[in-house]
């Protein structure tokens, strides 16, 4: 059976920066939060793009978080870029993931 599916799936040499952020509910936060989310996201993504250190992938809102995806080559960089677009977000608490190497060493920020 062949599908089409626009999934990302990680190539093996990527890294990946992964936000998490609580909400003001238990479900998808409010529209003012999500819509602040959505710029923030958007903001980052020209900003990984024009820098060339990757991209952002995309959120998950539930369960009173939203957690956004982003993948490079080097997560550190990606992170740097990203960086000051997460600490501005309000939404706490908050933390982002960094998945590094190919062994996926895995080192935490809190915002």
Known sequence: MDTDFDVH???????AVI?????????????TEREAF???????AAAAEEARVGEVDGNEFGGGEVVLYAYGPDAQALFKVME????SLPFRPAYVVLRQGSSETESRVEL
């Open 19 to 31: 936000a998490h952020y609580c909400l003001s509910d238990d479900e998808f936060g409010s529209l």
């Open 38 to 44: 959505f710029d923030a996201e958007q903001t980052m």
């Open 84 to 87: 000051p677009t997460l600490r």
């Open 9 to 15: 799936k990680p190539e093996a040499t990527e890294e």
